[in-house]
């Protein structure tokens, strides 16, 4: 999930502090020990949760798809909406 964030992240208009949580997940990637996979739980749910708060405001139709998206690839049997 966290590679699939970063690869839509210039989709998204993103704000200092949603940028700074996509910076962390990166710089985590590959996770190779259980600190960086630990940091990456962090991270990710981090950004997941910000980027949900941004998803409110009526202007914001990326960050809702891609939201969207991600928890439809998190969940398999979920249909994907947009």
């Excluded at 989709?11 to 990637?29: G, P």
């Excluded at 914001?60 to 969207?68: E, F, G, I, K």
């Amino acid at each position: 999930m966290a590679r699939a964030l970063l690869a839509v992240r210039g989709e998204l208009n993103l704000d200092e502090e949603a940028a700074y949580w996509l910076e962390q997940i990166e710089k985590v990637l590959p996770c190779t020990t259980p600190l960086q996979y630990a940091s990456l739980a962090v991270y990710l749910s981090a950004a997941l949760r910000y980027l949900d708060q941004l998803a409110q405001p009526a202007d914001s139709a990326p960050v809702t798809r891609v939201l969207n998206s991600l928890r439809a690839w998190e969940k398999p049997g979920e249909q994907q909406s947009s």
